[in-house]
């Protein structure tokens, strides 16, 4: 499973719109030009980010963009969802009609994979990506693997 490059760079964008907090509004523009993510990139994240209630658009002259609620309320999920649509790793998890349903012996399972998936996302929020990386070694994998600490900010 591979996110689309939108999905990412939502996540890049809401990283750096979170960077903002606490110090005023934020233009797409300016979001485009810290993540080097191309403008109309940024425009087309920034409308289904403001649609989905992350980010909130104030107009004026003080105007530009900030978090839709607190970092430390959302998640990896909330972001995806916003441009992917609901997570779904196939399509009998969405109702899809099947050539192969009567005989699935999988059927049953995959919602339950899809839901531990969506609870992985869903377990990390905006503030622990802004906080540090840290390395840590799990003794069930070969390598190290990234454990993300959360800050307070």
Known sequence: MRLSNLADYAVITMCQAALHCGNGRVSAAELAAETGLPVPTVQKLVSKLTGAGLLRSVRGAHGGL???????????????????????????VDHTPCDFEAACNMKPHWPIINNALRGALAGITLAQLRGPVVLARNEDAPAPTPIIEETLS
């Open 66 to 92: 900030q978090l839709g609620r607190p970092a430390a309320a959302i998640t990896v999920a909330d972001i995806v969802e916003a441009i992917e649509g609901r997570i779904a790793l196939t399509a009998c």
